[in-house]
């Protein structure tokens, strides 16, 4: 490689841990900015034809904290979005009080939340507890076999869609350089949390596009801004990872298996980085966070999970075909099937490497803001489906792009569906009981082609 795109590349890298570090280094202000704090939220409950909880938020409802002495810590009311945030001195035991008059008429308060509430402070496992109230019935309704697996379909179809995007990059990397990368959840997790820092957390340093009106405000974007420049940090990252580490270890001959576990410890290298920055609550995204669930006949799904779904199989699609009948699909597929052959054809194999790479990391980036809009963004949310992700690819096929895509969508529906069997703290035993009979009786995967080995 010439000397003058060597450097260029070097400082192409300086600039995105830069980057890197300013983004992340603003998000410690979100942070640490309060030492203790109580999150109030008011909510009337209700349920839909499915049986799902549809909670909306009610506003103006007045919250009183008062310590173990009797004195008033602090008070206020709730916004539109049913929250109010108290700060706190700090752990200890506080008695939460909910003025019942400031409800609106005919809300009353369910049995299981009275007005007054004892927070220990060995409930604080984080800086932020959370106090929730209730209002309307909280029974049970009576829900038919059938609307239940219709419902769970219908979420495992979402999961499936957000595994497949998410295994898709992983199965590319190990079918071009036979890498399993057990750090591809942060990666995740970083698309995830890239966003939340644009969208939430803010960077004053951009102050300059405040003449922007729409786009950036208050120092934040809004998400159909943040989303974009979160996969395109995705892509940097995935970019990085290659360019920093694992291409330079691919030249000295470094065998896969040390790879491999260099990417056990960058993965908790990472994921202690990511809760010392983000802290351990979930948290939203600004926009679309309280909506009302839509009825289709037995199905209940908000806007946002709707509209998440169809980009998702719209980016799955265009992944496919790319990946069909782009040049750099085919090279892509001809380096995964026989590396030595494809250089010999004239293919530029670590070129294709190089965006592979890139590619996975924005599909992991745009997985993990899919999966931040579903279910609150989090420091650990994508190693929770790295293993949802290995079944997937193991099923599908190992090193097969299109196997992942098959292989992720299914065992998603399955993690949904086995939750109306066993409780739902298991409900991805199934899919890892799957990936373990895969191993034992087809190893090559649903795509993938039997090799003989020795």
Not at 1 to 4: G, K, N, R, T
Not at 108 to 115: E, R
């Given at each position: 490689?010439?000397?003058?795109r ?5 400082l ?18 979100g ?41 008033e ?11 109010v ?33 004892q ?10 507890k959370?106090?929730?109230y ?5 029974q049970?309704a009576?829900?038919?076999?059938f ?29 071009t350089?036979?890498?399993t ?8 997790t970083?698309?995830?949390l890239?966003?939340f ?31 974009p420049?979160?996969i395109?940090?995705?892509?940097g990252?995935?970019?990085?990872l ?20 260099l990417?056990v ?48 199989l ?14 750099l699909g ?9 590396p ?8 530029d ?19 993990g ?30 090193g ?13 529906v399955?993690?949904e ?19 373990i009979?895969?191993l ?15």
């Open positions: 490689m010439p000397a003058d060597r450097k260029a590349r070097h192409l890298g300086l600039l995105f841990f830069s980057i890197f570090g300013l983004v992340f280094s603003s998000m410690s202000s942070a640490n900015a309060a030492d203790y704090a109580l999150r109030i939220q008011v909510r009337e409950q209700s349920r839909d034809s499915s049986g799902k909880t549809d909670n909306q938020p009610i506003p103006g409802v007045t919250i009183t904290v008062t310590d173990a002495s009797g004195a810590v602090g008070s206020g009311e709730t916004d539109e979005k049913g929250v945030l108290i700060p706190v001195p700090g752990k200890a035991d506080y008695t939460v009080t909910l003025d019942e008059s400031t409800l609106p008429d005919g809300e009353s308060l369910d049995a299981k939340t009275p007005a007054v509430q927070i220990l402070a060995d409930s604080f496992i984080t800086n932020t959370v106090v929730s209730f209002t309307g019935a909280s049970s009576s829900v038919s076999g609307d239940k697996v219709v419902q769970r379909l219908v979420d495992g179809v979402r999961l499936g869609l957000i595994l497949a995007m998410c295994s898709v990059g992983l199965s590319l990397i190990f079918g350089t036979g890498l990368n057990f750090a591809h959840g942060e990666m995740v970083f698309g995830g890239a966003a820092v644009f969208n939430v957390t803010g960077l004053s340093f951009l102050g300059f596009l405040s003449f922007l009106p729409g786009i950036y405000e208050n120092g934040t974007f809004h998400i159909f801004w943040a989303a420049l979160g395109a940090c995705g892509a990252f995935g970019w990085a290659n360019a920093g580490v694992f291409a330079k270890l691919r030249r000295r001959g470094i065998g896969l298996v040390t790879q491999m576990v990417t410890g960058l993965s908790i290298l990472l994921r202690n980085f990511f809760l010392s920055r983000f802290e351990g609550r979930t948290r939203p995204f600004r926009e679309f966070t309280l909506q009302k669930a839509l009825e289709f006949g037995p199905i209940s799904i908000t806007p946002r999970d709707l509209i998440v779904s169809i980009l998702s719209l980016i799955l699609v265009v992944v496919a075909l790319g990946l069909r009948y782009t040049r085919k090279a892509t597929r001809a380096v995964s099937d026989n030595d052959l494809a250089s010999a054809t004239g293919i194999s670590e070129r294709v490497i190089r965006l592979v790479w890139i590619i996975g990391g924005a599909l992991a980036a745009t997985g803001i899919f999966r931040g809009l579903d279910e609150q963004v989090s420091f650990d949310m994508g190693g929770r489906l790295l293993f949802l992700m290995f079944a997937g690819i193991t099923l599908g096929g190992l097969s792009a299109f196997g992942a895509l098959v292989g992720g969508f299914v065992v998603g399955m993690v569906v086995a939750s109306l069997v066993v409780p739902t703290e298991l409900k991805t035993t199934p899919a890892l009981l799957v990936l009979l895969v034992l009786f087809r190893p090559q995967g649903i795509l993938g082609k039997a090799q003989r080995v020795g």
